[in-house]
Nanobody, 122 residues
Framework: QVQLVESGGGLVQAGGSLRLSCAAS????????MGWFRQAPGKEREFVAT????????LYADSVKGRFTISRDNSQNTVYLQMNSLKPEDTAVYYC???????????????WGQGTQVTVSS
């Protein structure tokens, strides 16, 4: 079982940056695919980025390519989402999640954090 806790959200102006962290408790963290998802008010939760067993395997939603970077530090049981050039449409609650396999379907992710709010002002 994996317990996930996100942090690093907040209020930022358009064009600014934030770095989200997801701290995991568990002794098999390195064997899990990790992902970031987000949900804005009135919209479905959507895929943002995912990372495999190492930093060499990453996949991003088209809407964040070139702006967001997902990474992981297995020695610290932590995944990160570096968000640059933020836009108002990035405003959402961001969730960290883990899966046994690589993919973008949120239904395949078994463990979820509580979410952290990101608000981007115009």
């Amino acid at each position: 079982q994996v317990q996930l806790v996100e942090s690093g959200g907040g209020l930022v102006q358009a064009g600014g940056s934030l770095r989200l962290s997801c701290a995991a408790s568990g002794r098999t963290f390195g064997r899990y695919v990790m992902g970031w998802f987000r949900q804005a008010p009135g919209k479905e939760r959507e895929f943002v980025a995912t990372i495999g067993w190492s930093n060499a395997y990453t996949l991003y939603a088209d809407s964040v390519k070139g702006r967001f970077t997902i990474s992981r530090d297995n020695s610290q049981n932590t995944v990160y989402l570096q968000m640059n050039s933020l836009k108002p449409e990035d405003t959402a609650v961001y969730y960290c999640a883990s899966s046994a396999r690589l993919g973008i379907d949120l239904h395949n992710y078994n463990f979820w954090g509580q979410g952290t709010q990101v608000t981007v002002s115009s």
